[in-house]
């Protein structure tokens, strides 16, 4: 016999755990006495028996890596898209200062007189030295619009940048001040010139430092740059620093990639010290299918290694 | 939603990708199993994966901490995907080799080796397999529902604040699936 509409309901919703305590206390009363609905009972347990069957669909962790690696490069497109003013942004600043020309002149003035007091006041020498932790301290966040220079000395490890806000700044200090560490990822995004974004790569190059966001450009630098004299600093800086699944990814996917096989040798060459297996068929297909001569044999050369580690050994102490 | 949950979403509003990478790996195997649930390929549940979190991020800052921050996520996912559907209007009828591959891909996914016998295996594939095509005929709000409540084991409550719609609408929606399924699968519920 069929059950009216509203017990088959009460039946699934009770199957569920889904009735509130009285409702269920009636239902289960209403069980006691009443065959069919008992009978509905069974039959919605046995039909759940059955959709047992299935189990939902679960990524492997592999593939959630690689998705999240993905999302993390979308993520810093999108952060850069949103840094940059807006076409109509940039018109409208232009136009302000274009039908305020009086506004202009006065803050000019006030500019030059500011300078003028700046130089009276402050000694020269370091009126040119901001120390970072004070810029940092005057800025919560630094509005960088152009950067102008970055020297590097690796001797001391000192990194000297000149870039604007509102003004020219200059900063000194090393890899470990984090206004530096903005302005070098600033410039290995955004900075047109390949000359200052190689500078920027080099200089996160002195000293050990830990910043996912640094690390993030230093790879967006490695597979994106159009420069490949970039492209090869920043692989030759991230194969210093300590192999995390983002950078081992990151090479693996110049290996395939990169057009220029210098690029390709380098992360051969860093993939190899890893000495981990799961790489081995991305080594065996280099040494069949790429297109340059050299990583080809590179290639079968580490794979030879792998096979035998000991003539391997014996030939690198060689 | 607990504290540090709290304040993970709100270092992620200030622009902390740290704070925002660790609530992606903290929601992101659902987001895509969910995904996958109603969409049943592979390629789109990963595609919309990224969409939803690329969406997710530029409109962090309007989560007011109203509900519970994975309600707030999975209607992003829900409200994608329907509009997914209608966009794509990927048709029910597959063609054989399709089917098959589907089939493949799903038996994959049901049961992991704990039937030693070989034609109860193959048996249960057949049956996921089967369960996948029924699911399949459902509206995609009875999809949605059956999947939510069924396989992810959200309650009713949560799942109609999901969808934006009230619990008597969701219970309909889970009756109505329930019954076509039952149709759907009759051979095998009478065994």
């Known amino acids: 016999m069929k059950l009216p509409e509203q017990l088959d309901k009460y039946a699934l919703l009770y199957l569920y755990d889904e009735l509130d305590k009285l409702e269920k206390q009636a239902f289960e009363t209403h069980l006691k006495y009443n065959a069919d609905s008992r009978k509905r009972v069974d039959e919605l347990r046995a039909f759940h028996g059955v959709l047992a069957a299935r189990k939902p669909f679960e990524p492997s962790e592999e593939a959630l890596a690689f998705a999240r690696a993905n999302l993390r490069q979308r993520l810093r497109e999108e952060r850069r898209q949103m840094l940059r003013p807006g076409w109509w942004e940039s018109l409208r600043m232009g136009l302000s200062f274009r039908m305020a020309p009086g506004a202009v002149a006065f803050s000019l003035v006030l500019f030059l007189v500011g300078i003028q007091i700046g130089r009276l006041l402050v000694p020269q020498k370091t009126r040119n030295r901001i120390a970072s932790e004070n810029l940092l301290q005057s800025h919560d966040r630094l509005a960088i619009s152009d950067v102008d220079m970055i020297r590097y000395e690796p001797k001391t490890g000192i990194v000297n940048v000149e870039y604007k806000i509102l003004q020219d700044v200059v900063l000194q200090g090393n890899i470990k001040d984090e206004a530096i560490r903005q302005v070098l990822i600033h410039t290995i995004m955004t900075e047109d010139h390949p000359g200052r974004r190689l500078m920027a790569i080099k200089a996160t190059g002195g000293a050990a430092f830990s910043d996912h966001d640094l690390e993030d450009a230093l790879i967006h630098a490695m597979e994106r740059d159009e420069v490949s004299g970039v492209r090869l600093r920043a692989a030759k800086v991230l194969r210093y620093l300590s192999m995390t699944a983002d950078i081992k990814q990151a090479f693996i996917r110049v290996l395939l990639k990169d057009p220029n096989p210098a690029m390709r040798m380098e992360a051969l060459d860093v993939l190899s010290r890893l000495r981990e297996t799961d790489v081995l068929p991305i080594f065996q297909n280099a040494s069949r299918d790429d297109e340059n001569e050299f990583v080809r044999l590179k290639a079968s050369r580490i794979l030879e290694r792998t096979e035998n580690p000991e003539v391997g050994d014996r030939s690198q102490s060689n | ?191």
């Not at chain 2, 595609?47 to 994975?70: G, H, T």
């Not at chain 2, 038996?107 to 030693?116: A, D, K, N, Y």
């Open chain 2, 1 to 191: 939603m607990d504290i540090e949950e709290q304040a993970t979403i709100r270092e992620a509003q200030r622009g902390n990708m740290l704070a925002f990478e660790s609530l992606v790996k903290r929601y992101d195997r659902k987001v895509w199993q969910l995904a996958y649930s109603m969409v049943h390929h592979a390629e789109d549940a990963e595609d919309i994966y990224q969409e939803v979190f690329v969406r997710v991020y530029k409109n962090l800052s309007k989560f007011q901490f109203r509900s519970e921050f994975s309600t707030w996520l999975y209607r992003v996912v829900v409200n994608y995907c329907l509009n997914f559907q209608k966009k794509v209007q990927r048709k029910q009828t597959y063609s054989l080799e399709k089917e098959s591959i589907q089939s493949g891909e799903n038996w994959r996914t049901t049961l992991r080796g704990h039937e030693r016998d070989p034609e109860a295996k193959m048996l249960n594939r057949e049956l996921s397999s089967k369960i996948d095509h029924a699911i399949r005929q459902l509206s995609p709000k009875q999809k949605l529902v059956f999947e939510l409540r069924h396989y992810h084991g959200h309650k009713l409550k949560e799942i109609a604040s999901i969808m934006g719609c009230t619990e008597g609408t969701v219970k309909n929606y889970l009756f109505r699936a329930t019954r076509k399924m039952q149709q759907l699968l009759q051979e095998y519920s009478m065994k």
